[in-house]
């Protein structure tokens, strides 16, 4: 209990992390949203990728080390390496895929949190991670729309602290 006199303001106690919902008509839509993130990464961001296998994680992470790169190159899936690194000319990028993950406290051997200080990680199936990666992320969390054609997804995007900001260039169509 406060003993001062003075008067008191509003403390913040939680605030919703920043949201976004978007609809992906075909691939190209998903290549043209992973362009957009592109622009935007810096080191240190954590980019979450959820969403049933065959959603598109792969895809969009695809798309997004393409345009760091500025052409075609080689993009595996990381399924069983589990790590890819890539030193792009504006960012150091590292695709990991934790689908294999047999345990939680196997993170802290990819080196992740080595790879958030030099640049930045995007992640498919951050959830076998448990509570092992920074809760400060931008989650995209893609979904099949059923009744519709095969190559139009949903994605739920969730934007933490450090990403709060840049959410509305994210939803915006760049010039
Ligand atoms: N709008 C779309 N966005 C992403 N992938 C799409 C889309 N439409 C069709 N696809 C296809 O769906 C599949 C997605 O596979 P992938 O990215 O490997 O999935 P995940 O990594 O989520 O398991 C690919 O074959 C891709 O060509
Ligand atoms: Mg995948």
Do not use: C, N
């Amino acid at each position: 209990m406060s003993t001062s006199t003075g008067p008191t303001s509003p403390t913040t106690i939680a605030t919703e992390p920043a949201r976004l919902r978007l609809r992906l008509p075909d691939l190209a839509a998903t290549r043209a949203l992973a362009a957009r993130l592109a622009r935007l990464l810096r080191p240190g961001d954590l980019v979450a990728l959820e969403g049933d296998l065959g959603a598109g994680k792969t895809e969009f992470a695809r798309a997004v080390i393409r345009a760091l790169a500025g052409g075609g190159v080689e993009v595996p899936s990381p399924t069983f390496t589990l790590v890819q690194r890539y030193e792009l000319p504006a960012l150091t990028l590292v695709h990991t895929d934790l689908y294999r993950l047999r345990d939680p406290a196997e993170v802290e051997e990819l080196g992740l949190d080595e790879a958030l200080e030099e640049g930045a990680v995007l992640v498919e199936w951050p959830e076998r991670a448990g509570d092992a990666l920074p809760a400060d992320r931008l989650t995209i969390r893609f979904s099949f729309v059923p009744g519709e054609g095969s190559e139009v997804r949903e994605v739920e995007i969730e934007a933490g602290p450090s990403f709060a900001d840049r959410l509305p260039a994210l939803a915006a169509k760049q010039a």
